[in-house]
């Protein structure tokens, strides 16, 4: 999800495809058992970075994301992130995810 209204730059919040991330991590031997330092293994942030770069290619320099987070949970209807035809529910997940955009835009 994009975060950039009445910011000085886009950010996002990633939430990766943990089955296929999970299946590149075992053949570079990361612990996946622990979600949270899973997504914060700097090999899974490295390639998360270069996707993330790669897409924004076609985008103006304004538009890029510049900064991410990457959450170790997947939105879901049950945590009221989604709806049940799973649409992102911007403001529920801008106020569970206050601390992470905070870091984003502190540094």
Do not use: C
């Not at 990633?14 to 991590?25: C, D, G, K, R």
């Not at 304004?62 to 911007?90: C, D, M």
């Amino acid at each position: 999800m994009a975060i950039g209204d009445t910011r000085k730059f886009v950010s996002a919040l990633l939430v990766p495809s943990f089955e296929v991330l999970e299946e590149w991590a075992k053949d570079k031997d990361i612990d996946t058992s622990d979600r949270q330092a899973f997504v914060n293994h700097h090999l899974v942030y490295e390639l998360l970075e270069k996707e993330v770069a790669k897409t924004m290619e076609k985008f103006s320099r304004y538009e890029q994301i510049k900064k991410f987070a990457v959450l170790p949970n997947e939105w879901t209807i049950e945590s009221g992130e989604t709806t049940p035809k799973l649409s992102v529910k911007r403001k529920v997940v801008l106020k569970n995810y206050e601390k992470e955009i905070g870091k984003i835009y502190a540094e």
